[in-house]
T-cell receptor, first 113, second 112 residues
Framework: GENVEQHPSTLSVQEGDSAVIKCTYS??????FPWYKQELGKRPQLIIDIRSNVGEKKDQRIAVTLNKTAKHFSLHITETQPEDSAVYFC????????????FGAGTILRVKS | DAGITQSPRHKVTETGTPVTLRCHQTENHRYMYWYRQDPGHGLRLIHYSYGVKDTDKGEVSDGYSVSRSKTEDFLLTLESATSSQTSVYFCANRDRERNTIYFGEGSWLTVV
């Protein structure tokens, strides 16, 4: 089955700097890659996703890139702000098989002001 | 928004007792999921449903059962709770139009 590895497990950046979180997946048939943000005690919230027919997607300060050949995808946050501090999870799935998400272990992002 | 309500939100129970967590959606989504979240493991799929009375196992299904008698309700049952099932449980549904998965607010379960 699918296995997703996520790095780093913790990341501290200065406010205004960029943050990059990387994930690798094992199943070459996976075709959907969402990113979730989770604040303490809250539900995971979808922040951006990408399908396998796209190499990059941007939404304001957030971008995701996908390299299907290498089987890895990354989340990029620019101009980080204190409210970006949270746990971020990547996931992978096959849309045609019930979209059962397999998650990475998460990255704790701390933005220092 | 997932339109998901989970109950109970918090529960403390004793080892060996049965526990049922309820997930109710206001949407009419066909796919629903139960995940558990533990430190260092992210979220792991327990069971999922692809329609009324249609369910299947996820990666950590041992000790859990589910039922879906109505589109809007997806129940997760721990037949005999163990301390290893202390966790946060999240229900989710799939918006087919957007092909995205949304989570409920979670149920905190402690087995003592």
């Amino acid at each position: 089955g699918e296995n997703v590895e996520q790095h780093p497990s913790t990341l501290s950046v200065q406010e205004g700097d960029s943050a990059v979180i990387k994930c690798t997946y094992s199943d070459s048939a996976s075709n959907y890659f969402p990113w979730y943000k989770q604040e303490l005690g809250k539900r995971p919230q979808l922040i951006i996703d990408i399908r396998s027919n796209v190499g990059e997607k941007k939404d304001q300060r957030i971008a995701v890139t996908l390299n299907k050949t290498a089987k890895h995808f990354s989340l990029h946050i620019t101009e980080t702000q204190p409210e970006d501090s949270a746990v971020y999870f990547c996931a992978a799935s096959r849309r045609e098989y019930g979209n059962k998400l397999v998650f990475g272990a998460g990255t704790i992002l701390r933005v220092k002001s | 928004d997932a339109g998901i309500t989970q109950s109970p939100r918090h529960k403390v129970t004793e080892t060996g007792t049965p526990v049922t967590l309820r997930c109710h959606q206001t949407e009419n989504h066909r796919y629903m999921y139960w995940y558990r979240q533990d430190p260092g493991h992210g979220l792991r799929l327990i069971h999922y449903s692809y329609g009324v009375k249609d369910t299947d196992k996820g990666e950590v299904s041992d000790g859990y059962s589910v039922s879906r008698s109505k589109t809007e309700d997806f129940l997760l049952t721990l037949e005999s709770a163990t301390s290893s099932q202390t966790s946060v449980y999240f229900c989710a549904n799939r918006d087919r139009e957007r092909n995205t998965i949304y989570f409920g607010e979670g149920s905190w379960l402690t087995v003592v």
